[in-house]
């Protein structure tokens, strides 16, 4: 596609239910990223896949995060019995490959709201 | 992992006037610093970037200046125009084996008034 798609573009939850988050990168792009932004903060790191190779995970805050990314390009993020502190916008990004020098293309983002 | 810090967190110029944003970083195999853009309800887009064998960058009315030795890099904006009102984040990133996901900085609200 012409950018990276996120949907649903808002989500509302209950505590306690499983949400699901999907990102579909722009065409050709091996590398995929998960970020986290709670209101008025920086942008915190989740998650990110690079081709076939094993996701580093080391920025996911608890085991209730999890993501996976079939064929190399739709990713979805997991997020299990959310918590209000789980309330942030999610963006997800794409780059043409990994290493330095790869700019990102981020997505507009998920609202998760979490009541 | 790699520690960034931006300063400052919030900054007004009045339209024409030029805006400065700087963030240091600890890690000095960092080698390359993007700039993103993110206005409000969108995610952010990549304005500019520089590497480490560069010391400075201009495309058009935005340049990246960068100090290795002193591992500061800055965005300077210049005749700045209300459209330019956005929260800006500087990045960095490291060539390592752990992986190559960007460390942000935690942004600084520009506002630019007529």
């Known amino acids: ?115 | 992992g790699e520690n960034v810090e931006q300063h400052p967190s919030t900054l007004s110029v009045q339209e024409g006037d030029s805006a400065v944003i700087k963030c240091t970083y600890s890690d000095s195999a960092s080698n390359y610093f993007p700039w993103y853009k993110q206005e409000l309800g969108k995610g952010p887009q990549l304005i500019i970037d520089i590497r480490s064998n560069v010391g400075e960058k201009k495309d058009q009315r935005i340049a990246v200046t960068l100090n290795k030795t002193a591992k500061h890099f800055s965005l300077h904006i210049t005749e700045t125009q209300p459209e330019d009102s956005a929260v800006y984040f500087c990045a960095v990133t490291t060539n390592s084996n752990s992986g190559y996901a960007l460390n942000f900085g935690k942004g600084t609200s520009l506002l630019v008034t007529p």
Do not use: M
């Open chain 1, 1 to 115: 596609g012409a950018g990276v798609s996120q949907s649903p573009s808002n989500k509302v939850t209950e505590k306690g239910k499983d949400v699901e988050l999907r990102c579909d990168p722009i065409s050709g792009h091996t590398a995929l990223y998960w970020y986290r932004q709670s209101l008025g903060q920086g942008l915190e790191f989740l998650i990110y896949f690079q081709g076939n190779s094993a996701p580093d995970k080391s920025g996911l805050p608890s085991d209730r995060f999890s993501a996976e990314r079939t064929g190399g390009s739709v990713s979805t993020l997991t997020i299990q019995r959310t918590e209000q502190r789980d309330s942030a916008v999610y963006l997800c990004a794409s780059s043409l490959a990994s290493g330095t020098g790869y700019g990102y293309t981020f997505g507009s983002g998920t609202r998760l709201t979490v009541v």
